[in-house]
């Protein structure tokens, strides 16, 4: 064991005496007799200086050497003067993990006028155990003369002397010492004088592993959420969706990206009503249309820690929108309702790294612009009907049985209009005009009223016969739809000019010319398109020729095993391409790769309004089929595909092509604009909510419609289209290449078998049909649920490579 020179602190000026008094000095090098003499390498001042460094003086160096000190060093304190007095002073560090500690000479009595010290240290993560197995010490008042002292640092944990307890002395006996760190110091001090002889103490000491989960549970370096002990240390973790802070004992919460798009929802601080996490600072977003204002409503029960002088310096709620601020708010007082008159505002919740709080949580609504009050129209109804209407409300309009809706001169089942942020209305209410199916042409035919009136409006009957054939009568009533039919539902077909050589009775009515057109424009129709119509779903059938453009595309895949068989349709570009979606003719591989099926699986068939006259309308093979090469199955992004028919097809007044739009252009509005009322045909399922829905759909009846259905749509605005979709799954992605078309309300819709349809629009200023969509995907609810608007390709975005692989210049 190395001796080290310790000891007694005493002022300089009593150190002198005492040395001059005393005897021999024990230094490292040696005994130094007669003349006092210290040798001291590194000393190291446990309490009063850091290290300095002592050479070998007599005692007049040893004034002269701090004399000098003092006047360098500018020491401005009671010097002390460190002095070894006898052979037994002296201090020991004891490092290892265990060890014994006894008085001088142990079991031999101890010397009198010793000191010793013991600095126990252990590693961090450890206390230090220590316990006495024989203690035997002079007996004092309070222990004043001979004892053993035992501390932590600055903290004294006891005092022992004596053989047993008394009112004034204090043995050990069986306690046990445990140490607050991983520093213990013990002392022991004998006087110069003992009446009797003492054996002194024996003791032993070892490193004891802290279990810091436990000891440090109602500490501030505690754990938030769960600690893990471990020998030597511990160490924190988090629940699911938190985070460890950089203090590695707070866990905090990632919650600075949460963004809120809906009219109205909740919001609350992480883990509310418990504690909320430490060392956080979370934004909430509410992002709204232009035109909302958002409304927040702060719960009753609001806990943010506090200062009672300053405001909000730990935790709190600040609330922004716009320009305006709101707070910091804090306490146990809830900030109420807050009109923010914003339809953009931030909540930031600030927390610092004390305090257990419950936190707070908040309802937010929004208001829109108002619009002017809606009166019903004549033999009409609104619905809903309310006192007040705001942005983003949809009022449709309705008429009494026996009355149609029109507006500028065109009929509809019923007519939706919206509240707009700027307060108007999005159109004018149309008016309920009494359902009058008109004079029926008497040129080659006659007609025979059974009211006295010669009535033509709803429920009005008639007889109508041909001229050729004055006996043979039909009875016609005019329906609901503006037009005279008989009790199969079949309208009033034109009696033929040329009777002599007719033999059946279908030979007296004129049927659509069937000639070659031979330059045929795109966009016209073969026949006048009805003002009232119904759409796809629980829609109304087409006439032939409504869609001469309307391509079936039939596929059958017999590469698989079984042969897997679905439909879907087109539009015809000319009389050697179709335009379509590119998911109807992709291969269903479980890969999720874009292959397209076999040309010689798909067969197109124009010129077709029912199936069941498949074998009557024109059939064509398929030579080339091209799909996007951008094309993603899984988001439907360029859902767009062009199929090029084999050569020696001819266009004809059932066979005619619709018209490309013109290409979108950087810095241009996107077509179509909202609220742009399209057409859209198909032969899908036209049951409302089927529960038929399946993939790879087949021609059974019932769910497939047999007659070609149709009907208009409006477009939606873009930015409700992402709306209703991202209200529903932040995985719907609704691009830039796709647009939106249906009515808010639902009820009808296109649907499964009509994807690749086009969604056509008549060019105000040409009179031409144009296709500006086509049928792509819809939400996961039934076709024409509430909100649930259709999803079609935007073919403008594709015009420009429409016309490089079809090697055309132009879109007219």
């Not at 197109?604 to 199936?611: E, I, K, Q, S, Y």
Request: charged content about 20%.
């Amino acid at each position: 064991m190395e001796y080290r020179q310790a000891a007694t602190l005493r002022p300089l000026s009593k150190a002198l005496n005492t040395l001059c008094s005393r005897g021999t000095v024990i230094c490292n090098t040696g005994i130094c007799e007669e003349r006092i003499s210290l040798s001291f390498n590194v000393v190291q001042y446990l309490t009063l200086f850091s290290l300095v460094e002592i050479k070998e003086w007599c005692i007049k160096e040893v004034v002269a050497y701090w004399i000098k000190l003092l006047t360098e060093r500018f020491i401005v304190a009671s010097l002390f003067l460190v002095c070894v007095s006898s052979v037994w002073a002296r201090v020991l560090l004891l490092t290892d993990m265990y060890g014994t500690l006894h008085s001088p000479g142990f079991p031999e009595p101890y010397p009198k006028d010793s000191e010793i010290q013991w600095n126990i240290s252990v590693p961090e993560g450890y206390w230090i155990r220590l316990y006495f197995v024989h203690f035997d010490i002079e007996p004092s008042y309070l222990c004043e003369y001979d004892y053993v002292k035992v501390s932590s640092e600055s903290e004294e944990l006891a005092v022992f002397c004596g053989k047993e307890n008394t009112d004034t002395e204090r043995v050990p006996a069986d306690d046990v010492i445990l140490s607050p760190g991983n520093l213990l110091g013990v002392a022991f001090r004998s006087d110069f004088s003992n009446e009797e002889h003492y054996s002194g103490f024996e003791a032993h000491y070892s490193a004891v592993d802290i279990d810091e989960c436990r000891e440090k549970n109602d500490e501030v370096g505690a754990c938030d959420h769960y600690c893990h002990n471990y020998i030597g240390g511990y160490y924190c973790s988090c629940r699911y969706g938190h985070q460890l802070h950089s203090d590695n004992r707070t866990c905090k919460v990632e919650c600075s990206d949460s963004v809120y798009t809906e009219g109205s929802g909740v919001i609350a601080s992480a883990d509310f009503p418990k504690a909320y996490p430490k060392s956080s600072d979370c934004l909430y977003r509410i992002r709204l249309e232009k035109g909302f204002s958002v409304i927040l409503d702060f719960d009753a029960t609001f806990d943010i820690e506090d200062h009672p002088d300053v405001t909000c310096p730990y935790d709190h709620v600040k609330i922004q929108a716009g320009e305006k601020v709101f707070g910091p708010f804090c306490g146990d007082r809830s900030p109420g309702k807050i009109q923010t008159e914003s339809n953009n505002v931030n909540i930031l919740f600030h927390s610092d790294n004390s305090g257990e709080n419950l936190g707070w949580k908040l309802t937010y609504t929004s208001t829109g612009s108002e619009c002017a009050v809606l009166l019903p129209p004549p033999n009409g109804q609104l619905e809903p009907l309310q006192p007040k209407y705001f942005f983003k409300e949809h009022v449709t309009v309705t008429c009494d049985t026996g009355y149609s809706l029109v507006k500028e001169k065109e009929e509809f089942e019923h007519y939706q209009i919206e509240c707009q942020a700027d307060g108007n209305w999005s159109s004018r209410l149309p008016v309920c005009q009494i359902i009058d199916c008109g004079p029926v042409d008497v040129t080659l035919g006659d007609v025979e009223y059974t009211n006295s009136s010669n009535s033509t409006t709803l429920g009005s009957r008639i007889l109508y016969s041909c001229k050729s054939s004055p006996g043979e009568q039909s009875a016609y009533m005019c329906d609901r739809s503006g037009v005279w039919i008989n009790e199969d539902g079949a309208a009033i077909r034109t009696c033929r000019a040329d009777l002599e050589n007719s033999t059946q009775s279908d030979s007296e009515f004129q049927p659509l010319s069937t000639t070659v057109k031979s330059q045929a424009a795109c966009g016209e129709e073969s026949r006048p398109f009805p003002s009232h119509q119904k759409r796809i779903v629980g829609g109304r059938s087409a006439f032939p020729g409504l869609f001469p453009w309307q391509v079936l595309l039939s596929v059958e895949d017999t590469s698989r095993v079984p042969t897997a068989r679905w439909f879907g349709s087109g539009a015809l570009l000319s009389s050697a391409w179709v335009l379509t979606a590119a998911h109807v003719l992709r291969r269903q591989l479980r890969d999720h790769s874009v292959v397209p099926v076999a040309p010689a699986h798909v067969q197109a068939t124009l010129g077709l309004t029912d199936v069941r006259e498949k074998k009557l309308a024109i059939n064509c093979s398929v030579e080339t089929i091209i799909l996007h090469p951008e094309f993603d199955p899984h988001n439907y992004n360029n859902d767009i595909a062009l199929v090029k028919l084999s050569p020696g097809m001819v266009l004809n007044e059932l066979v005619r092509p619709v018209c490309l739009p013109p290409p979108w252009v950087k810095g241009q509005t996107r077509m179509p604009l909202p609220n742009t009322l399209g057409v859209v045909a198909g032969w899908g399922i036209n049951m409302p909510n089927s529960s038929a829905l399946y993939s790879g759909v087949t021609f059974d009846l019932g769910v497939v419609s047999e007659v070609l259905q149709y009907v208009k749509l409006p477009v939606v605005a873009q930015d409700e289209c992402k709306a209703s979709y991202f209200s529903r799954s932040a995985s719907y992605n609704i691009t830039e290449n796709m647009f939106c078309a249906g009515f808010y309300e639902g009820g009808q819709d296109t649907c499964l078998g009509d994807s690749g349809g086009g969604f056509v629009i008549k060019d105000p200023y040409s009179g031409r049909w144009v296709v500006h969509g086509l049928v792509s995907w819809g939400g996961p609810e039934g076709c024409g649920s509430r909100q649930v608007y259709g999803v079609y390709t935007r073919v403008a975005n594709y015009a420009n490579w429409l016309h490089k692989t079809m090697n055309t210049e132009c879109w007219w």
